[in-house]
T-cell receptor
Framework: RKEVEQDPGPFNVPEGATVAFNCTYSNSASQSFFWYRQDCRKEPKLLMSVYSSGNEDGRFTAQLNRASQYISLLIRDSKLSDSATYLCVGSNAGNMLTFGGGTRLMVKP | DGGITQSPKYLFRKEGQNVTLSCEQNLNHDAMYWYRQDPGQGLRLIYYSQIVNDFQKGDIAEGYSVSREKKESFPLTVTSAQKNPTAFYLC?????????????FGEGSRLTVL
């Protein structure tokens, strides 16, 4: 079983829609979680950290559910520019970051 | 401007040849990493270094080698022993080697073996 698993998508949504991605992790001792965004053929960039209490940054909300071992990313009022692959990242047993395979989002006009 | 520079951006190699990918950072970060990304897959850790003159194997180190002689530089050599080297290679750095800091990535090097 992969340490961090994501639905690869693609999620095709119209502009203005709300879309949510989930990601599950297998290491119950994981302490740190992040969402990275990766545009096509580009490097990943940090979108937001995920805190136990949840956190919000504009249209983006990230939440952590330790009991069920998943994290989520909610995007409200989707923009065309949100089209990208979203990588779920958690810390592994060696306290290194481990990446999920990514969820591809396509926002259509 | 501070950042991470990878070169070359695109590289073609014949089977049996070694190739070295360059990674330089001027962020004064202690930790540096090499990841490999295959189409539709997540990043897999090849090697990492938390301090100069020290580095550790990641999950897929076989067929690769690294050095960390300077804080700013962490070159990766893809050797002929790597069975399937065609991939997108990403170098990253962070302030610490622990999983609580942001990773800053270079723009990547796309290696194709002919």
């Amino acid at each position: 079983r992969k340490e961090v698993e994501q639905d690869p998508g693609p999620f095709n949504v119209p502009e203005g829609a709300t879309v949510a991605f989930n990601c599950t992790y297998s290491n119950s001792a994981s302490q740190s979680f992040f969402w990275y965004r990766q545009d096509c053929r580009k490097e990943p960039k940090l979108l937001m950290s995920v805190y136990s209490s949840g956190n919000e940054d504009g249209r983006f909300t990230a939440q952590l559910n330790r009991a069920s071992q998943y994290i989520s990313l909610l995007i409200r009022d989707s923009k065309l520019s949100d089209s990208a692959t979203y990588l779920c990242v958690g810390s592994n047993a060696g306290n290194m970051l481990t990446f999920g395979g990514g969820t591809r989002l396509m926002v259509k006009p | 401007d501070g950042g991470i520079t990878q070169s070359p951006k695109y590289l073609f190699r014949k089977e049996g040849q070694n190739v070295t990918l360059s990674c330089e950072q001027n962020l004064n970060h202690d930790a540096m990493y090499w990841y490999r990304q295959d189409p539709g897959q997540g990043l897999r850790l090849i090697y990492y270094s938390q301090i100069v003159n020290d580095f550790q194997k990641g999950d897929i180190a076989e067929g690769y080698s690294v050095s960390r002689e300077k804080k700013e530089s962490f070159p990766l050599t893809v050797t002929s022993a790597q069975k399937n080297p065609t991939a997108f290679y990403l170098c990253a750095s962070s302030t610490t080697g622990l999983a609580n800091g942001e990773l800053f990535f270079g723009e990547g090097s796309r290696l194709t073996v002919l």
